[in-house]
């Protein structure tokens, strides 16, 4: 099948399934007329990388669990290996998440603190050692 029946099949923008190929997670073959052919494994193959995509993994994580990956949603089939991976890339996203929650706190705090001065205006910017900018 060509791009553009891949695309309406599994809902992808070609230009998503053509950076999918360039990242090495979809192959397709070279017609005589020097369009894109794949097959029939390729619907399951792009559902696959959507899920993993939407898990929070990289191209370069989902390169490497696709070989074991079985199924639409999919599951993770005989590669043990891969656990160590998953884990690193999971300690990542709760020390991403850790710190983004402590951000928020922060700016949760100050926005409590400025909206508590019950002022509508702050200094002037003299004060701060500051010259103010134009606004256009």
């Given amino acids: 099948m060509r791009i553009g029946e891949l695309s309406r099949r599994t809902g992808v923008h070609a230009h998503q399934l053509r950076y999918y190929e360039a990242q090495g997670l979809l192959e397709a073959e070279r017609g005589s007329n020097g369009y894109r052919e794949y097959d029939e494994?390729?619907?399951?193959?792009?559902k696959?990388?959507?899920h993993l995509l939407g898990a929070g993994l990289s191209s370069e994580d989902i390169a490497y669990l696709l070989?074991?990956?079985?199924?639409?949603?999919?599951?993770?089939?005989?590669?043990p290996e891969l656990l160590a991976a998953m884990r690193t890339r999971l300690r990542r996203l709760d020390d991403q998440m850790t710190r983004l929650a402590q951000s928020r706190s922060a700016l949760a705090g100050y926005i409590e603190a400025a909206e508590q001065t019950g002022r509508d205006s702050y200094p002037p910017f003299e004060h701060a050692g500051l010259e103010p900018v134009p606004v256009p």
Wanted: proline content about 9%.
């Fill in 48 to 50: 696959q990388i959507r």
């Fill in 41 to 46: 494994g390729a619907v399951l193959r792009v």
């Fill in 67 to 79: 070989p074991c990956a079985v199924g639409e949603a999919p599951e993770l089939f005989g590669c």
